[in-house]
């Protein structure tokens, strides 16, 4: 693999993190493991549309060699980090784990 293919997914990976670095504070309950399932859910989004399915709507722009269509693969990776910080949510509220840490058991 070329040393550009390594720069344009160095960027996609920080795109994602970005991504769910924003999803999780904004959606909530912050914990420092919080962005990782919506860091993962835009990756494997940005991974899916751009290279599996190779979907380019909109403008593309050149990045280190390669036809990125980016307001697309930003689109995608904010929606797809947003949706997985929900769903986390959703799956922390139904396991409701903050009742079951030591020290949070109502008593006293």
């Not at 947003?82 to 409701?96: E, F, M, T, V, Y």
Request: net charge positive; proline share 6%.
């Amino acid at each position: 693999m070329p040393a550009a293919a390594y720069a344009l997914l160095g960027l996609f990976a920080s795109l994602s993190v970005a991504c769910g670095v924003g999803a999780a504070r904004l959606v909530g309950p912050w914990r420092p493991w919080a962005p990782l399932l919506p860091s993962l859910s835009a990756f494997g989004a940005l991974w899916l549309v751009g290279h599996r399915l190779g979907i380019s709507l909109g403008p593309e722009v050149s990045l280190f060699g390669f036809r990125v269509a980016i307001v697309l693969d930003v689109a995608v990776a904010v929606l797809a980090a947003l949706a997985g910080a929900i769903l986390q949510r959703g799956l922390l509220a139904l396991l409701d784990l903050d009742q079951r840490r030591p020290g949070r058991d109502g008593l006293a």
